[in-house]
């Protein structure tokens, strides 16, 4: 049987990533890695948090291979909601693409305790440009716990304008 991070690091290799609209709300991937800062995307429940996340993945992997970026949603039910699930993150992908991400997408981490002291250890420690998802009550710049101020960078995602809306339909 397959290691549970086997499971998920196959399936991010294989994933396919659905289609996905333009919206005029955009995420920039250049720059952060530079200035050692995090981007934080927060909204409102289903206002395209995630889909703006995978829009910046689908550009950058125009010019980057599956092996620099890692996309992980801890609302899939299969990845227990533990510390040591982000403790095993780094190394179980150095193990299985041979080299740390150089993008790392982390979508409704919230949910998982300490999960701040340990974006903070790796944005310390590693050379890679992180993203987090979460909600507006959970993630805003007022509620980032305290280890990640001033080293973050909060945006905000609304819900579809009309004329979104109107291509979106």
Do not use: C
């Amino acid at each position: 049987m397959l290691s549970f991070w086997e499971t998920i690091l196959s399936e991010w290799e294989q994933k396919t990533l659905p289609q996905i609209f333009p919206r005029e709300q955009e995420i920039s991937t250049s720059g952060f890695g530079q200035i050692n800062k995090i981007l934080v995307i927060t909204g409102f429940r289903r206002t395209g948090k995630t889909y703006l996340l995978l829009s910046a993945i689908s550009k950058l992997l125009q010019t980057y291979s599956r092996k620099d970026i890692f996309y992980l949603n801890f609302e899939d039910e299969r990845i227990p909601l533990t510390t040591q699930v982000l403790t095993d993150l780094l190394p179980a992908f150095q193990a299985h693409f041979g080299q740390k991400p150089k993008f790392l997408f982390l979508d409704e981490v919230q949910n998982v305790p300490l999960w701040s002291k340990y974006i903070r250890r790796i944005l310390d420690n590693g050379n890679i440009q992180i993203f987090l998802t979460g909600s507006s009550s959970k993630m805003s710049s007022f509620e980032l716990p305290t280890e990640l101020r001033g080293r973050s960078i909060e945006q905000k995602v609304s819900p579809l304008n009309f004329r979104e809306f109107l291509i979106f339909k």
